[in-house]
């Protein structure tokens, strides 16, 4: 799909504006839009009896993370669509969890051709830990309108990691 070495990508990829890598998946998947990267805070509130405050202590609690939903995308190989089939087929014969890792691209034109020059913007990575695919919704196929088929997938994680 794209060498990061030379940060030479291909045309459709002029679309997609997110790479995600799967630990466990030998590629890269493209993405128009990534949705629901979140972490939240349960505050606890609690009072001790022989306090002489009415108002209750606030302390943190557990950390919840929504679910992730990618907007597909366009993949070079099949491997990433083997992984998701590996997470929502009821033969699944393995723990699909994996380390998944979303990058932000930028994307410079050089020139009308098909060949476009990006680079990575490592500014703005995201990894979702112990994460797997908890949703696939299919795209509405209707052939009399003229809208692209986007596929989405939904994926649920244990932990959210902000390197940068």
Known sequence: MSDKNTGSMYYPLTKMNFLVTVDSVDGVAAFSEVTGVEATVDVIEFRQGNSNSLAPVKIPGLVKH????????????????????????????????????????????SSPSQVVESTLDSTLTWQLTNAWVCKYTAPDLNASTSEVAIESVEIAYEELVIPN
């Not at 083997?82 to 380390?99: G, H, M, P, Y």
Request: hydrophobic letters at 30%; aromatic letters at 10%; proline letters at 0%.
């Open 66 to 109: 929504g679910n992730v939903t990618l907007k597909f995308g366009y993949t070079r190989n099949n491997k990433f669509k083997d992984w998701l089939k590996d997470c929502v087929t009821e033969s699944r014969a393995k723990d699909a969890r994996s380390n998944v890792t979303i990058e932000l691209i930028n994307i410079q034109e």
